[in-house]
């Protein structure tokens, strides 16, 4: 059975920090590419960042550059996102997005509120 499981979500004050964990099983994790997402209310889920199977960091949204930071462990398999000086903005439910050639899976979302 396959498992994404976010973890870390939270309500945050402008400025903090949270490390999102995704959880990842029932598949060979070591050979997806793995992403987040986000998705804040009324709008569409964005791309926010994107790691290869080995670890080679593809890309950020812009929005997030120089604050956020994905990285992987394909021991434990899971997928971190590292966000520092979180601002309002950046309120969302963030998904764990794995992907291999046409296989995709989807995490359950974990919500992120940043407000004072």
């Known amino acids: 059975q396959v498992q994404l499981v976010e973890s870390g979500g939270g309500l945050v004050q402008p400025g903090g920090s949270l490390r999102l964990s995704c959880a990842a099983s029932?598949?060979?994790?070591?050979?997806?590419?793995m992403s987040w997402y986000r998705q804040a209310p009324g709008k569409e889920r964005e791309l926010v960042a994107k790691?290869?199977?080995?670890?080679?960091?593809?890309n950020y949204a812009d929005s997030v550059k120089g604050r956020f930071t994905i990285s992987r462990d394909n021991v434990k398999n899971t997928v971190y996102l590292q966000m520092n000086n979180l601002k309002p903005a950046d309120t969302a439910v963030y998904y764990c997005?794995?992907?291999?050639?046409?296989?995709?899976?989807w995490g359950q979302g974990t919500q992120v509120t940043v407000s004072s």
């Open positions: 997005n794995a992907v291999f050639f046409r296989t995709t899976y």
């Open positions: 029932g598949f060979t994790f070591s050979n997806y590419a």
């Open positions: 790691i290869t199977s080995a670890g080679i960091i593809l």
